[in-house]
């Protein structure tokens, strides 16, 4: 189990590493070097993101204008380079928090990313929850009308994944119940 | 089982009686309330010998009857006392002159000296009455000025009026009827106390069972407030690992919390009632409050009696019940209940009265004890068929409304409960119908002997000290209020002088007189008749013989002289129909002009004065007039109302006294009926505002909360009904009274059975309203 | 937050509904709107005022302002009568617990709202019959609530709410107490039933799988509403 979850939170921050990092320039230009630390805090647990991988990812954002270099801080150790979001990238962020993930199993840490990032950047975190509970119901929906129409196997496949999107729900109540008390433990 | 075990178990529940916030104190107030009216009424039953043994000490110890038939010679300790009762707006004065013969002369208890000529003491009573406005006429008849008050000890109750006077003219009005000499007061005979007419001591002992049967069944239900709350508890209880037995010890100590606080209740109640007692006065009968000295032996009974019946009844409506962990269940009865034993108990009541019958007809007296358990077996039969009649009807009842559909169903499904809560009410009702009957029969019985006629004369006065009635007749003429008055006397006469053979009366009055008693042809002064009454045996016939010789007033050997006077009876003796209206009856001799008997016969006559009033002066202002009239004329006469209900109204007082007695337990009832409807109501909140949400009119739900209670009722009622005038009938057997049913009593009782549905219906509105409110559904 | 205007062909609508018992506020700017034969389920955490607006949508509970309006008429200008009769003969109710009469027969528990409208006994327990034929507990017809599972009570209880054919049916978490196979046999005859009768249902559930029955879903939270479809 817990190495199951460890797996997982590498491989969905592979995916969203960017707006995470993103996310977190919103309240205000950092170093790179900062940026990972912020990043360690939050999200990384016990697996610490390497810093190629910043600086990787920075460059990429650089690239596609998301993000524009502040300034060039000169000192001893290897570059530091200070980014700061651009509009586009704030715009960039605006929509990947507001797109409800594809229900799919285990994707409670992107979820969990986007709710601290909504958060930490004072946006509802509860419509968050919202548009992605309703996007569940969405496949509960169509697994419930295909249930109702099929035959035993049908309802017992079906069952299968409606419990588990029922978990992820009740995860998301939850989690949502907790805001107010994880606000203040972001907000630290 | 250790005693401690069970120490601790009742212990516990005596604290869960009280506890459990407003709604657990509420319950534990009602509980004692209900107890307390109950206790209260039992102590003053057991305090009952105590006030009619100091009423009786007290009324021997003022005695002033010799009862001795030697006269007593007069002497240094001898006393003359006349009766001078009279009467203050139909309430009795009891009046006493005194002359004393001598320093060792005796002194009846409460004065402490006697009093002189033109002083009197009075009871404090009565010095409040003569205080008050009004009282003129009252105080214009009472000899003397007010030295003193009467003490309790010369009293037999608070409200008693009375007056002790002295007096200087009592010897020559020795021998007058109420006059006598004595030489102690108190009770010579000591024969102890006369035992009571059948006749009334079963009344008293009616009223008694038919009163305190409903308080017991009261006592019995007011314990149970709270019975489904209590029954969650112990499922919780259960759940947490008590045993069935610890949870039923654990009722039980509720039950008994419950009782002991209803006994401190129940002595309150009834030290604040001797305190108000001296204030009451009941049916002419007043106490005070140190009379109410309850009988140490009956009062344990009741303090041992109402803890334990709490505890048992707890027990035994446990009996039935399962109490499990996660609820209390009723283990439906086996099958349908059955008839036959619950008929047992009303005719072993009905047995045990059998052999009474007839019995107060002068047939001997009463088994008081075979009489108070028959009743009582009759009426608490009750209790055992009602549950067995609601359910066999209830069952029957179909169809209908929605809101009888609901009461309906609700019944079948609960019926004991239904039967329970109007138990009580039938008891008091079928007690109070037979009783009803009962006093109704007497009252009948007694006004058809009377035979008095109030529209021929209203007022008769008893002349005693005067020796002939012309100076009354003449006063009464000048009163205020006489329209007309007829003055007839009576005396006897036999063949000799001294004589111990019978006598014929001779009834002596003016033609118009003799006219009220009979019709008579042609009537001039000096004639005489015989009575159509009169005896026709040989020897009254010859006795009657006209021209014959007779003596008037004839002495009996052994007795006081008569008069001996002798009288040839006229040559020609008239006839004399007697009018059925008679102002006289038993008219069995003579009726004589007075100019036809002899002067020395005059002293013989014993004077009545019958007195018309006015009609137009009104009551009792001219009675009052009159009483006062004749008394200033001859001290010792008696006035008596004429009313062919004389006695009925006595009972009448009686029998308003009961339907009181009865509504008041019938209200008590009510009480915790309302208390066990608030109680369900409460408990179906949720289902109240479901059925509202789907659009139950209110007025369904009142029609159905009002079925619920009508129905048992009027089953009840029914019951009732049957009961009691079956009772009512068997005793007007017993006292040999025609049976007649008192539809009017009957009805009465029956109608506040009735309004007692509709009030607990009407005060359970308000919170029925508010449980119907929608927030009922509210669970967040 | 609150939902747009009453759209078109919209049934029963409400808009700015406010609330509050004593100092505690149950809705506070709250909207819902639904269409005839539409599925929509009431979500949000409890406490969150789902109940309140059920109850205020069905004129059990006035609401402190904001308005109603059900086929066109406004439902604060009706009397408590009026709002009565409408819930007898235009809505149906199933609630989670407390709502058969334990004395009443289950036949007659369902026949109770016809009885209500003034139907004769025999006529009502016939159609009541026909009802629990099709909610499979025709078999209960004689007993009495006290006596049947959970699951068998809640069948009951949903052939009552259908009795009268009403337009409306509010569900307040109407499996609640029911286990996972009962609940979900439960909401599919509940909806069956609707939808053929073309019933519009309230279905008041904080259960993903129960709301999985609906059509939309509208979010309460805090008092306040949020429509999912539109807001998407």
Known sequence: MYTHCVYTVCRVLGMSIGHTLLGLLESGPRHGYDLKRAFDEKFGHDRPLHYGQVYSTMSRLLKNGLVEVDGIEAGGGPERKRYAITDAGITDVEQWLATPEKPAEYLQSTLYTKVVLALLTHRDAGDILDNQRSEHLRSMRILTDRKRHGDLADQLVCDHALFHLEADLRWLELTAARLDKLRVEVAR | ?780 | MNAPAAPAGSLLTAEDLRKAYGPTVALDGAGFSIHPGEVVAVMGPSGSGKSTLLHCLAGIVPPDSGSIRYAGREMATMNDAERSSLRRSEFGFVFQFGQLVPELTCVENVALPLRLNGTSRKEAEKTALGWMQRLEVDDLAKKRPGEVSGGQGQRVAVARSLVTGPRVLFADEPTGALDSLNGERVMELLTDAARSTNAAVVLVTHEARVAAYSDREIVVRDGRSRDMERAV
């Open chain 2, 1 to 780: 089982m250790s005693a401690r075990r069970w120490a601790g178990d009742l212990a516990m529940g005596t604290r869960f009686a009280f506890t459990g916030g407003r709604e657990g104190w509420v319950r534990a107030l009602l509980t004692g309330v209900g107890v307390g009216l109950g206790v209260a009424l039992l102590l003053l039953t057991a305090a009952m010998p105590s006030i009619l043994d100091t009423r009786h000490a007290h009324e021997a110890a003022r005695q002033d009857y010799s009862f001795s038939s030697t006269d007593i010679k007069p002497a240094d300790d001898t006393i003359v006392v006349a009766h001078t009762d009279t009467v203050w707006h139909s309430k009795d004065v009891r009046g006493r002159l005194l002359q004393p013969e001598g320093a060792k002369a005796p002194l009846p208890p409460g004065i402490d000296r006697l009093p002189a000529a033109g002083e009197m003491y009075v009871s404090p009573a009565l010095a409040d009455l003569l205080r008050s406005p009004g009282t003129a006429l009252l105080r214009e008849r009472l000899p003397g000025k007010v030295v003193g008050t009467i003490g309790e000890s010369g009293l037999i109750g608070s409200r008693e009026l009375a007056y002790y006077a002295g007096s200087e003219k009592l010897v020559p009005l020795l021998g007058k009827g109420n006059v006598e000499r004595i030489d102690r007061f108190g009770d010579t005979t000591s024969q102890g106390s006369e035992p009571l007419d059948p006749v009334l001591l079963l009344l008293v002992l009616m009223v008694f069972v038919v009163l305190l049967t409903p308080v017991a069944i009261f006592v019995a239900t007011a314990v149970r407030f709270g019975g489904e709350q209590r029954d969650r508890r112990l499922a919780a209880l259960r759940l947490i690992g008590c045993d069935g037995g610890t949870a039923r010890r654990i009722a039980a100590g509720e039950a008994l919390a419950g009782s002991v606080l209803g006994l401190v209740f129940g002595v309150g109640f009834f030290l604040a009632g001797a305190q108000l007692a001296s204030s009451i006065e009941l049916f002419d009968v007043s106490i005070f409050p140190d009379y109410l000295t309850p009988s140490p032996v009956l009062a344990l009974l009741v303090a041992l009696a109402v803890p334990a019946t709490a505890v048992l009844v707890t027990l035994f409506s446990l009996r039935r019940v399962v109490i499990e962990p996660l609820g209390v269940v009723r283990t439906s009865g086996p099958g349908r209940r059955r008839l036959w034993w619950r008929l047992l108990l009303p005719l072993l009541g009905l047995l045990m009265l059998t052999p009474m019958i007839g019995k107060g007809n002068g047939g001997g007296d009463f088994n008081p004890y075979l009489v108070t358990f028959g009743v009582l077996a009759l009426l608490v039969g009750i209790t055992a068929l009602l549950p067995w009649l609601v359910e066999r009807a209830v069952g029957r009842l179909d169809g209908g409304p929605v809101s009888w559909q609901l009461a309906v169903r609700r019944l079948q499904l609960s019926s004991g409960t239904a039967a329970r809560m109007v138990n009580g009410i039938a008891v008091a009702v079928a007690g109070a119908i037979a009783l009803q009957m009962l006093f109704a029969g007497v009252d009948a019985d007694y006004t058809k002997s009377t035979g008095k006629d109030p529209s021929r004369t209203q007022l008769e006065v008893d002349l005693r000290a005067a020796t002939t009635p012309d100076a009354t007749v003449r006063a009464l003429r000048a009163t205020r209020g006489v329209r007309r008055t007829v003055t007839l006397s009576e005396t006897s006469f036999g063949a000799r002088p001294e004589t111990t053979e019978d006598t014929i009366q001779i009834m002596v009055g003016d033609c118009a007189a003799l006219r009220e008693l009979a019709r008579i042809s042609s009537c001039h002064e000096g004639d005489a008749f015989v009575s159509s009454g009169a005896f026709t045996d040989a020897a009254s016939r010859k006795l009657m013989t006209p021209g014959h010789t007779v003596w008037v007033d004839p002495s009996y050997p052994g007795n006081t002289k008569g008069a001996e006077a002798r009288w040839t009876l006229p040559a020609e003796l008239g006839r004399a129909q007697v009018r059925k209206d008679a102002l006289r009856g038993d008219l069995t001799g003579l009726l004589v002009t007075p100019s036809a008997l002899p002067a020395k016969a005059r002293p013989s006559l014993g004077s009545s004065v019958y007195v018309m009033l006015d009609p137009k002066v009104p009551e009792p202002e001219a009675t009052e007039e009159i009483r006062t009239t004749v008394q200033a004329v001859d001290v010792l006469a008696d006035v008596s109302i004429w009313q062919s209900t004389e006695r009925s109204t006595r009972y009448g007082a009686i029998r308003t006294g009961l339907f009181a007695g009865a509504a008041a337990v019938l209200a008590l009832i009510g009480a915790s009926l309302l208390v066990s409807q608030l109680e369900q109501l409460r408990e179906r909140k949720k289902l109240l505002s479901s059925l509202i949400a789907f659009g139950t009119r209110r007025r369904t739900l009142t029609l159905s909360v009002l079925w619920q209670t009508a129905i048992p009722i009027a089953l009840g009622l029914l019951l009732a009904m049957t009961v009691g005038l079956t009772l009512g009938g068997v005793l007007m057997k017993m006292t040999a009274v025609p049976l007649r049913v008192d539809w009017p009593s009957v009805l009465s009782m029956t109608g506040v059975g009735a309004a007692i549905v509709l009030a607990v219906t009407l005060l359970s509105l308000p919170a029925l309203l508010r449980l119907m409110r929608p927030d009922g559904l509210r669970t967040e």
